[in-house]
């Protein structure tokens, strides 16, 4: 077969065009999912109590479920219940969020745990106040320790955005059906698409892959 | 309060019948004791015997199920501000040192001072100096705690602890995870600390520390203080059985 | 979490956070209470969800046995892969490598549609949805199962391989008898992940009409008009299953860690 590259000379602004879309719906999902996980995580952090059962149930039952089972439900079932509009983007934007901050409540809550005791009780026996006790002592160190885990969800973020192609959202994987279905060159574009995808994640995986092992060498000694 | 060893100021540690549990297991039973402003009292016994416990109990590291606490002019248990207010006047020397490992020398000794006490950064750095020179490793001020011995490094938890001026000091064994030839370098400077007239209790397995700068020996074990007495009275003639055998064993 | 010493210290703090919750709660539910179209909520039916069962059932069986093929096909070819990338020949390495690092990086959706159109575009075979799905799948099951056997592999300490060429044990003797057997309690755990992990992503072979669970609800669901009763019966099917899975790794996990002392 030929690789019909004058396809992708022709149409590419509306791949980068999806390329935006992906990003911008993954920025939003991670700062949504950054907020509302950590309330997720402080409320698993209590231990025991109403909030911290709700939690337990949120978390669970978002990891649990497949991402496209998810979009599809905030897609088809959320609007009728609220008897609201809801775009196929915002969709897309909500289910990525429940998606996102029930993994990241996870990684916050083991970063959180990872601080030593000792650390927490040094501040504590020194009457540092606790305000300054979270933000000095805990969360500083908590953010460098789970950095690894947070670039690699953020590539399984990335890689989830690919399934709002399903219902409609005009980001790059969608692009690339639409423009292989109309042109026929479908090889062409989904392989462009790939490569795209493998350059923005691959970089992010390394360092991800890097820090952890720096992280581990540095734990063990 | 430079009276110095021997003469004795007023009680500023006093535990009535204090009972802590963990679960239903008792780390201490109706513990009473009493230390008075300027004394240096050890803290000796076998592992698990509840020293580590009680010395917590005196900052509210560990609640107390039973029995109050008087430290200066708190009551324990008490509310979190209490507490935070004791805790800056008692300063406490952790077994592992425990310093901050993402903090700088510098910011390790600043942090409370500054935080806790309203020091402006110069002041907290000024005395972060004065301290360490006071320790011996001054020249270790912009260093990361993973960058010093474990000597440097628990006198440097000291300086901390001194940073906020406090008037009583809690120390848990505070040579115990050091390589024998650091010990020395940090049983100096406690020594010297007890020589300025800070109050003190040092839980210990140095015994001839012990015995040369301690005013009174404690020996806790089942979570009891079984003796109390002065060091030349627990070391030459053991009272109790437990006693005896501990010291048997150790010396 | 900071501990002021028991008593008070439980008091002081729950109050704080509780009125914090206690805000985002209520703020939700007012919200919710607002823009729920209740009607529409009592007269859902869930009878559909019974009288569909039997095509909802064949679906998950088709779930289930992608997941098995993901599993089974995965850790074959990620044993293989990972024993190559031990070897001396350095070309064969880069060519595991390249694979691993190419499905990991890449969504699966996109390796799906890809191999659907692509080959048979270049070899002119023609495969169904549901070849091309299990082609895909297995594919990137093999390419992240590698990575986890490697890591386990390379887990061993070096003086049991040193150990083993010291005796001159054949390579099979000394890949079954000495390097896998420590490296499998290593890989168990994060290998009962991955095997969940494919559970959930098959759904995503819905894309192509792949006869599993996500599709015959869409489907269903287009007939009946019925959405939110078969996506929340779905997704409830998924949530119970993956927990009981997950839940059963754990305990795993703990045996696993307790047989190590
Ligand atoms: N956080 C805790 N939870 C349960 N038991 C504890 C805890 N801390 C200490 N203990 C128990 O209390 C007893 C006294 O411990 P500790 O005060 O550390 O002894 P010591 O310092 O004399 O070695 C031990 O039996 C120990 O197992
Ligand atoms: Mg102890």
Known sequence: ?221 | MTEGRGKRGQTVVRCVEVTKRFGSFEALRKVSVEVRAGEVVCIIGPSGGGKSTFLRTLNGLESIEEGEIHVLDVRLPAGKREIERLRREVGMVFQSFNLFLHMSVRANLTLAPTTALGLSKAEANERAKRLLTRVGIEEQIDKYPGQLSGGQQQRVAIARALAMEPKIMLFDEPTSSLDPEMVNEVLDVIRGLAESGMTMLVVTHEMGFAREVADRVLFITDGQILVDAPPAEFFGRPTDERQAAFLSKIL | MLGYGGQTESHDRTWGQNALFAAFAIGLAGLLAYQVNWELIGSLDFSVVWEYRLPLLKGLGTTLFLTAIAGVLGIFFGTILAILSQSPFAPLRWAVVAYVEVFRNTPLLVQLIWLHFALPAFTGINTTALESGILAITLQAGAYFTEIVRAGIEAVPKGQWEAAYALGLPDWTRWTRVILPPALRIMIPPLVNLIISFFKASAILSILQVSELMTVTNRISNVTFKPIELFTATAAIYFVLGYIMSQATLRIERVLQRSQR
């Open chain 1, 1 to 221: 077969m030929r690789f019909e590259t004058h396809q992708l000379a022709q149409h590419y602004p509306l791949l980068f065009e999806g390329l935006r879309i992906t990003l911008t719906i993954c920025a939003l999902s991670l700062a949504f999912g950054i907020v509302i996980g950590l309330v997720a995580c402080f409320g698993k952090l209590r231990e025991r109590g109403i909030a911290y059962r709700i939690a337990v149930i949120y978390i669970d039952f978002f990891r649990t479920i497949p991402e496209v089972v998810l979009i599809f439900w905030v897609y088809s079932c959320l609007p009728l219940m609220l008897s609201l509009r809801i775009s196929a983007e915002a969709s897309g934007v909500i289910a990525l969020t429940l998606f996102a901050s029930a993994y990241l409540a996870e990684i916050f809550r083991a970063g959180i745990l990872a601080v030593p005791r000792g650390q927490i009780e040094a501040a504590l026996a020194l009457g540092v106040p606790s305000l300054h006790i979270w933000i000095r002592v805990i969360l500083q160190p908590a953010i460098r320790r789970m950095m690894p885990a947070l670039v690699s969800f953020l590539t399984e973020l990335i890689k989830a955005t690919s399934l709002l192609s399903a219902i409609g959202v005009a980001e790059m994987a969608y692009q690339a059906s639409v423009l292989g279905s109309k042109t026929f060159a479908y090889v062409e574009f989904l392989s462009a698409i790939g490569v795209l995808y493998f350059i923005i994640i691959f970089p992010l995986s390394i360092y991800a892959r890097r820090a952890e092992r720096r992280l581990v060498s540095r734990t063990a000694n």
